[in-house]
């Protein structure tokens, strides 16, 4: 047994890291015994600026909580707000939601796998993981006009419309990739550097483990546990058919890396049953007040993640800040207990293995 | 074959077209509902000053009295809600993105003299 | 789609130990821990979930009250959300089992939920 000392991973910034987060890593010779997290370098009060803001100007801010799953951000927004005033959200509202919020995972998973295959040293794949994330972002930016930060969901509905000949020219794209998502599963799940780096149950999680530290989306579904916002069929994901679940983990991968695998190709595709009758512009509705909800509770998965936004409000004058709450808060006790025991090589991939996104955890 | 998953993607990347354009020789990307900048047509504005309030990143700066609407690029973060509070419809989001630059980027817009008070509704004279 | 009924149970601090244990011992996982600024008081809310229906147990606290921390039975996921308090609203939670004193969110202002800091406008033109 050697002496301990502290290694301070990232203070804050670190090549593997996309995002500021610092660990003090404490060590026996190579093994980390203990590790502390310190977040708090990207906090931007974000959720005090609801105090400030028209609500229905918030939903830009709210996008912009995170850089990469903004999406579902700014429609768990929406969906409180409708919520507390009772705002019946049109069914082609929904689905168009419903379509760029799997977009919006499919990226953010593609851009995830890339980081965590640079987190390995695997460039290469890195590389190819971003360029297949262009094409969706490409139908992104052709559907709402922006890149990441779409901007295209308000209170009420969308505001945007999908033109019945783009929703196949979607379809018809996603037909295209889809085998380039495939082949790139098949070489997360089988390459030999992969697979080398990720040896050994490295990271892994037991299911209990992962319920009682309170993991969430990939995090707890790769421990085994069956967590999917998506299944309570929320906004169209009733009408839609949305595989959840992951598939079980790959022999001798460890437990943590498989978790978002997979996902990329499986995210929903969008049906042709966005036409029908209820076609309608996004409606625009004065809200006025209804004290009836005081307190509504959403759950929601982010690309990767689940937000959870405890929203307090009964009139516009009375918004209170939301507790905004990210997936990757969520999942640093998690992460602490998985750092604990491994190799200091290994840090870097496991930190990667939560989807860490300082900015939407700190707001 | 675990040791060559990666190798027909490797040699298909080497031999295929870069998937990066060439910018700036070949233009960037854009499509027609792309949110490049926002541009005003100021002969409509009537400086109501809708677009300064609920413009959320501040951009916006409507003077009704010298008949100015002035916006700050770099602030500016094109969501279009300007365009979408605008009563008089004259605020426009365009596809193309403003060049870059490295010093400040206030764009002044300085609106044409109110028209007589009769006949034409085109900028109503504000008392 | 599944209604997601959320209940929400009123508590004095004083209960807050022995109802976490009761929902600890029934299974139900540590959702989140959110505190609401009231203008003179503080909210709160401890929510548990077991599937899809949440209940939350709400203290109303006031300035320089004492919260006990419930890290003792949620030994993993609760620290983060006590940190969060303590370090943004300022109010002191007691035993917590990794307790940061104030690091985990390093921000300018200590306890910026709590006291807002004073808005500086970034001059037009950006501050380049």
């Known amino acids: 047994m050697g002496n301990r000392i502290v290694v301070p991973f990232g203070p804050p910034q670190h090549p593997v890291l996309p995002e500021p987060i610092h660990l003090d890593l404490v060590l026996e010779d190579e093994r980390v015994v203990e590790a502390v997290p310190t977040i708090g370098y990207v906090h931007r009060g974000l959720e005090k600026l609801v105090e400030k803001r028209d609500f229905q100007d918030y939903v830009f801010i709210a996008e912009r909580i995170c850089g990469i799953c903004s999406f579902t951000h700014s429609v768990t927004y929406c969906n409180a707000i409708e919520h507390i005033m009772g705002i019946e959200v049109p069914p082609r509202a929904q689905f168009i939601r419903t379509i760029w919020m799997e977009y919006s995972r499919m990226h953010s998973h593609l851009l995830w796998l890339g980081l965590a295959a640079d987190a390995m040293g695997f460039e290469n794949l890195f590389m190819n993981a971003w360029r297949l994330r262009e094409e969706i972002l490409d139908d992104m930016e052709a559907t709402t006009g922006g890149r990441v930060i779409q901007g295209s969901c308000k209170v009420g509905g969308i505001r945007r419309d999908i033109g019945d000949e783009k929703l196949g020219e979607m379809v018809d794209h996603l037909k295209k990739i889809r085998p380039l998502l495939e082949e790139s599963n098949r070489i997360f799940t089988h390459d030999q550097t992969v697979r080398h780096r990720m040896r050994g149950g490295l990271g892994t999680l037991t299911k209990e483990e992962a319920w009682d530290l309170g993991a969430v989306g990939p995090t707890a579904r790769g421990s085994g546990c069956d967590m999917d916002v998506r299944s309570s069929g929320y906004s169209a994901y009733g009408g839609t058919r949305v595989q959840t679940g992951h598939p079980p983990p790959h022999g001798g991968l460890s437990g943590s890396l498989p978790r978002p695998l997979g996902r990329g190709a499986r995210s929903s595709r969008p049906r042709r049953t966005c036409g029908g009758k209820d076609a309608r512009r996004p409606c625009r509705r004065k809200g006025e007040g209804q004290s009836g909800w005081r307190v509504l509770c959403l759950l929601r998965t982010a690309p990767p993640w689940r937000v959870h936004a405890l929203h307090k409000g009964q009139r516009q004058e009375e918004h209170r800040p939301p507790p905004v709450r990210t997936p990757t808060l969520t999942n640093i006790p998690p992460l602490v207990k998985m750092l604990a025991g491994i190799d200091l090589a290994d840090v870097p991939v496991v930190v990667l293995t939560i989807d860490p996104c300082i900015g939407c955890a700190e707001r | 074959m675990p040791l060559f998953t990666m190798v027909k993607r490797a040699l298909a990347n080497v031999t295929g077209k870069p998937a990066t354009l060439m910018y700036p020789a070949t233009p960037a990307k854009r499509y027609e509902g792309t949110r490049g900048h926002v541009v005003i047509a100021i002969e409509d504005c009537i400086y109501c000053g809708n677009c300064q309030r609920h413009c959320v990143s501040q951009a916006i700066t409507v003077d009704r009295a010298a008949r100015t609407w002035e916006i700050d690029r770099l602030r500016c973060i094109i969501c279009g809600r300007c365009a979408e509070v605008c009563p008089k419809d004259c605020i426009f989001v365009e596809p193309d993105y403003h060049p870059s630059t490295t010093g400040p980027a206030v764009e002044f817009v300085q609106g044409p003299p109110p028209a007589p008070p009769k006949e034409e509704k085109k900028p109503k004279a504000e008392e | ?128």
């Open chain 3, 1 to 128: 789609m599944i209604e997601q009924k959320h209940t929400i149970i009123e508590i004095p601090v004083s209960d807050l130990l022995k109802k976490t244990e009761e929902y600890h011992t029934k299974g139900h996982r540590l959702v989140q821990i959110g505190c609401t600024n009231l203008g003179d008081r503080y909210e709160v809310n401890y929510t548990f979930t077991k599937s899809w229906d949440f209940e939350s147990l709400r203290l109303t606290v006031n300035d320089g009250d004492v919260i006990p921390s419930i890290s003792g039975t949620y030994w993993g996921g609760a620290f983060i959300y006590e940190n969060e308090i303590h370090d943004l609203f300022g109010l002191s939670v007691t035993d917590i089992n990794v307790d940061f004193q104030g690091h985990l969110f390093e921000t300018k202002i200590p306890a910026p939920f709590k006291n807002p800091p004073k808005v500086t406008k970034v001059p037009k033109g950006g501050d380049a």
